[in-house]
């Protein structure tokens, strides 16, 4: 079965880079996402990225992917208090209908 | 980006009474997917709601204590039967993009508390 796991927390201080890691399991994933949920909010898509690229970017943000590794991570550059949120890593699989796993989440405090 | 509401927002219910949550979208969508948010946790499956068919549940989760309705392609209910406080949870639904349905978006959820 599919497992998605990331570390539960991360702190960093405003204007550093932050880097959320992600790993998981099904091989046979097509699309890998990031979503932000920010306290009492739903869950923001930030970004996603085909299984078949290396890396994506899209403005502060810069989506890492290591199939061979099966690891996925999530650079935000400059960061600041507003990106203080929890982030979810989630995997589909092409033959599962779009259904997303999701990993734990990581809690990521940025101080001033 | 599809508009996804949820009502209600947040509500605080008694043991063993059910709860009806509504997820409205400002646009036709293929896919319907309902999930929980247990306190502290990552989101778990519920089903994937059909539109004029049954939903489909993932493991765990059944027809009796999740019943869920698709009239149509914007709108579907989750209901939470005989409610017990491990029901507390926030209950979002998702749906596909419109124009790459890889995507999915979420609602704002519904935080739900049973005493």
């Known amino acids: 079965g599919e497992d998605v796991e990331q570390s539960l927390f991360l702190s960093v201080r405003e204007g550093d880079s932050s880097v959320i890691n992600c790993t998981y399991t099904?091989?046979?994933?097509?699309?890998l996402y990031w979503y932000k949920q920010e306290p009492g909010a739903g869950l923001q898509l930030l970004t996603y990225?085909?299984?078949?690229?290396d890396m994506k970017q899209d403005q502060r943000l810069t989506v890492l992917l290591n199939k061979k590794d099966k690891h996925l991570s999530l650079r935000i550059a400059d960061t600041q208090t507003g990106d203080s949120a929890i982030y979810f890593c989630?995997?589909?699989?092409?033959?599962?209908?779009?259904?997303?796993?999701f990993g734990g989440g990581t809690r990521l405090m940025v101080k001033p | 980006s599809a508009v996804i509401s949820q009502k209600p927002s947040r509500d605080i219910c008694q043991r063993g009474t059910s709860l009806t949550i509504q997820c409205q979208v400002d646009?036709?969508?293929?896919?319907m997917f309902w999930y929980r948010q247990q306190p502290g946790q990552s989101l778990t499956l519920i089903a994937t709601?059909?539109?004029?068919?049954?939903?489909?549940?993932e493991s765990g989760f059944v027809i009796d204590k999740f019943p869920i309705s698709r009239p149509n392609l914007t709108f579907s209910t989750l209901t939470v039967s005989n409610m017990s406080p491990e029901d507390s949870s926030i209950y979002l639904c998702?749906?596909?993009?419109?124009?790459?349905?890889?995507?999915?978006?979420f609602g704002p959820g519904t935080r739900l508390l049973v005493l």
């Open positions: 998702s749906v596909d993009g419109l124009a790459f349905q890889e995507t999915q978006y």
């Open positions: 099904d091989s046979s994933s097509t699309y």
């Open positions: 990225i085909f299984s078949n690229m």
């Open positions: 989630a995997e589909s699989i092409s033959n599962a209908g779009n259904m997303l796993t």
């Open positions: 646009s036709q969508v293929t896919m």
């Open positions: 709601a059909n539109q004029g068919s049954e939903a489909t549940y």
